[in-house]
């Protein structure tokens, strides 16, 4: 169910974004969400500026205006000031921290609100001055996560009461139940193993391996993503002696991701800085059981001993000990994968989606 207009004339809103169709990345997806919401929510009438995106790429529905500059960024800039200046927008949405310098150009020019949207590990740090100027005029700062928003305030003095946590999802979740453990259960990670941020825990999914290869001689893991940290991934899987027991796939298509999500037993990723965790949400939608690390957003989603368990991301002792619990008890593994389900549904749906940002954009415009 999509929500209603809080008023009888839809806002007008130009949305900045970095990229929404050139790739399948995390930030693309929330992008491609966003344009969903304004393509069919009735309180919004929208027009898209994308970095990095071909011109004509299809918006949502296909009605929405989407420019693409495909990665000319002058033009870029050019194009979002000359719309400024030109057309009647009543709100700006800027949805990645590296465009927020735009939008005090445009609170120069029109007067009017903007809304900044903050994802994660860009946004934690005290920001350089420019930025930061950019997050106090802001009308309303938007962040996927609660971690995230205490993060970004804590960092640059911004008063929690500006923000407003939205949340994010993924599609629809698929026709699928977990495949059950046969002689050999498939640990699976999705993930970016980019070397810059070494972040999402395969290296201690790897230490952890011969723990479980003790009770579960059988088992495999299949790290899913592609990055140049893979290399050090491998090597250390080797030094660890459980090269045999690991598969390295690189980059994915969707069909395969698929696939490996049917096949998948337990869904691992014990991230150390992770904002929100788009990854876990697929997975639930697979009725897997999560494991997940406890120093970040992950615990947002992934519930201890609800639907998963959240350990310390840099104990290898603690990460086998839970899966290997996991493995042996598939009762267990089913009701946690109910649980995951319904909280996806529950919580993350498009809808529920769709009815956060909707809220907090009316809001921004209302206190302006």
């Given at each position: 169910?999509?929500?209603?207009?809080?008023?009888?004339?839809?806002?007008?809103?130009?949305?900045?974004?970095?990229?929404?169709?050139?790739?399948?990345?995390?930030?693309?997806?929330?992008?491609?969400?966003?344009?969903?919401?304004?393509?069919?929510?009735?309180?919004?009438t929208a027009e898209f500026f994308s970095v990095h995106d071909r011109e004509g790429s299809v918006c949502g529905s296909g009605e929405t205006p989407f420019h693409g500059f495909q990665?000319?960024?002058?033009?870029?800039?050019?194009?979002?000031?000359?719309?400024?200046?030109?057309?009647?927008?009543?709100?700006?949405?800027?949805?990645?921290?590296?465009?927020?310098?735009?939008?005090?150009?445009?609170?120069?020019?029109?007067?009017?609100?903007?809304?900044?949207?903050?994802?994660?590990?860009?946004?934690?740090?005290?920001?350089?001055?420019?930025?930061?100027?950019?997050?106090?005029?802001?009308?309303?700062?938007?962040?996927?996560?609660?971690?995230?928003?205490?993060?970004?305030?804590?960092?640059?003095?911004?008063?929690?009461?500006?923000?407003?946590?939205?949340?994010?999802?993924?599609?629809?979740?698929?026709?699928?139940?977990?495949?059950?453990?046969?002689?050999?259960?498939?640990?699976?990670?999705?993930?970016?193993?980019?070397?810059?941020?070494?972040?999402?825990?395969?290296?201690?999914?790897?230490?952890?391996?011969?723990?479980?290869?003790?009770?579960?001689?059988?088992?495999?893991?299949?790290?899913?993503?592609?990055?140049?940290?893979?290399?050090?991934?491998?090597?250390?899987?080797?030094?660890?002696?459980?090269?045999?027991?690991?598969?390295?796939?690189?980059?994915?298509?969707?069909?395969?991701?698929?696939?490996?999500?049917?096949?998948?037993?337990?869904?691992?990723?014990?991230?150390?800085?992770?904002?929100?965790?788009?990854?876990?949400?697929?997975?639930?939608?697979?009725?897997?059981?999560?494991?997940?690390?406890?120093?970040?957003?992950?615990?947002?989603?992934?519930?201890?001993?609800?639907?998963?368990?959240?350990?310390?991301?840099?104990?290898?002792?603690?990460?086998?000990?839970?899966?290997?619990?996991?493995?042996?008890?598939?009762?267990?593994?089913?009701?946690?994968?109910?649980?995951?389900?319904?909280?996806?549904?529950?919580?993350?749906?498009?809808?529920?989606?769709?009815?956060?940002?909707?809220?907090?954009?009316?809001?921004?415009?209302?206190?302006?």
């Amino acid at each position: 169910m999509v929500p209603q207009p809080v008023s009888e004339k839809p806002l007008r809103v130009a949305v900045l974004v970095t990229e929404a169709f050139g790739s399948t990345g995390g930030v693309q997806l929330v992008n491609r969400s966003i344009a969903e919401v304004m393509a069919r929510h009735p309180g919004f009438t929208a027009e898209f500026f994308s970095v990095h995106d071909r011109e004509g790429s299809v918006c949502g529905s296909g009605e929405t205006p989407f420019h693409g500059f495909q990665g000319r960024l002058a033009r870029f800039v050019l194009g979002a000031s000359r719309a400024f200046l030109g057309r009647q927008y009543d709100l700006l949405l800027v949805t990645h921290r590296n465009l927020f310098p735009l939008a005090l150009f445009w609170k120069a020019v029109t007067g009017r609100p903007y809304a900044l949207f903050g994802h994660g590990i860009e946004i934690w740090p005290r920001q350089t001055p420019l930025y930061r100027l950019a997050l106090h005029a802001a009308d309303v700062v938007l962040t996927n996560s609660r971690f995230t928003r205490d993060r970004l305030c804590a960092s640059n003095g911004i008063r929690p009461e500006r923000t407003e946590v939205v949340g994010l999802c993924v599609g629809d979740p698929p026709d699928a139940d977990p495949s059950p453990v046969s002689d050999a259960p498939l640990l699976l990670t999705v993930g970016r193993a980019a070397a810059g941020e070494a972040y999402k825990g395969q290296d201690t999914v790897i230490r952890a391996l011969p723990q479980i290869l003790r009770s579960f001689s059988t088992v495999r893991y299949v790290v899913a993503g592609g990055g140049d940290d893979l290399q050090r991934l491998r090597s250390l899987a080797a030094e660890t002696g459980v090269d045999s027991s690991v598969d390295f796939l690189g980059l994915i298509s969707e069909e395969d991701k698929d696939r490996l999500y049917r096949r998948a037993t337990i869904f691992v990723m014990p991230s150390r800085a992770e904002g929100f965790g788009l990854v876990f949400l697929e997975a639930m939608g697979y009725r897997l059981p999560c494991v997940a690390g406890n120093r970040d957003a992950s615990g947002e989603i992934v519930r201890d001993g609800i639907n998963g368990f959240t350990v310390d991301p840099g104990d290898p002792d603690a990460i086998a000990a839970v899966i290997v619990r996991l493995l042996g008890d598939p009762s267990l593994r089913a009701a946690m994968g109910r649980a995951g389900r319904s909280i996806r549904d529950a919580e993350f749906s498009f809808d529920a989606f769709s009815q956060r940002l909707g809220a907090a954009l009316y809001r921004a415009v209302a206190r302006a």
